[in-house]
């Protein structure tokens, strides 16, 4: 339940926070009118869904109240058929099987390399169809593979192999591809960070960032470089983790729990009083 006075600390995080969502939000003409319906209709969702209270009926009144939506509002996005859109299924799929890929010792090599792949093969050898039917049998592999191939995420070998670049999963350019990672990435983060300032909340989630100022351009092409490596080398140890924990699970009563890790990369060019911390951990 929200305090008579919000926190100025929290007010002026959320406007910080914000501010480059409104930047893209407006870049493709989402204004503020829009902007404002979607944002009711969430505070009437999140009031409703996430906030009942135990041992009493959820009414209209109550969510007008805590959300500060009208009472006729509440009453019409309560009413209407729910339009969500539910997650690109191709984009999951495609993610999943990348993930084994990346994460199996059966598709790698010794260096932990994912190996380039027969199309498909006569016996139980690893091959691209197997990869891709052990994700789902319903998918055709060689669809998945020409649309992987279109997008520039494999290439054929001269011994007619399924040769992966992991790097074009995290630069190519399909839109709705990467709409939906942004949606889910940036969720998982920012409930990161609300679950951590949640009134009585004794155990806190990971949330650490390091940042620097008064950089020079080349130390900040150095600085990328390096994080770019150690954050993909901490990717792909948990992910072959997770891959065989997944696996071992799958059967168990409680494997109804998920998992999200990320790392990211940010840089400005800023004008900083030269007196400024040059170093801080965030908490």
Not at 131 to 141: G, H, I, Q, T
Not at 243 to 260: C, G, M, P, V, W
């Amino acid at each position: 339940m929200s305090t008579p006075t919000p926190p100025s600390a929290l007010v002026n995080a959320v406007k910080t926070l914000l501010r480059p969502l409104v930047r893209l939000l407006l870049e493709y003409g989402i204004t503020f009118p829009y902007f404002s319906n979607m944002l009711k209709t969430l505070f009437v969702e999140v009031v409703n869904e996430e906030m009942q209270v135990d041992g009493k009926r959820q009414t209209q009144s109550r969510i007008s109240v805590v959300s500060g939506v009208h009472r006729k509002d509440v009453k019409r996005i309560l009413e209407e058929p729910e339009d969500t859109p539910q997650p690109d299924r191709k984009v999951s799929m495609s993610a999943r099987v990348l993930g084994i890929w990346l994460g199996d010792s059966r598709y790698q090599d010794d260096q932990g390399q994912p190996l380039p792949l027969p199309r498909l093969t006569d016996d139980d050898s690893p091959c691209f169809e197997s990869l891709v039917e052990s994700v789902n049998k319903d998918v055709r592999p060689r669809a998945v593979l020409d649309e992987w191939q279109r997008a520039g995420l494999v290439t054929i070998d001269e011994h007619d192999r399924v040769v992966l670049d992991p790097d074009a999963f995290v630069t190519e350019k399909q839109f709705d591809d990467r709409a939906h990672f942004f949606g889910r990435n940036m969720r998982d983060h920012m409930a990161t960070g609300a679950f951590n300032l949640m009134p009585g909340q004794d155990e806190r989630m990971f949330e650490r960032a390091v940042f620097y100022d008064q950089l020079s351009e080349e130390s900040v092409a150095h600085l990328k470089t390096l994080s770019n490596t150690l954050a993909m080398d901490v990717l792909q140890q948990l992910n072959e983790e997770a891959l065989k924990l997944s696996e071992a699970d799958a059967k168990k009563a409680d494997a109804n729990h998920r998992i999200t890790f990320g790392s990211y990369f940010y840089t400005q060019t800023t004008h900083a009083p030269h007196n400024q911390d040059r170093a801080n951990e965030d908490h």
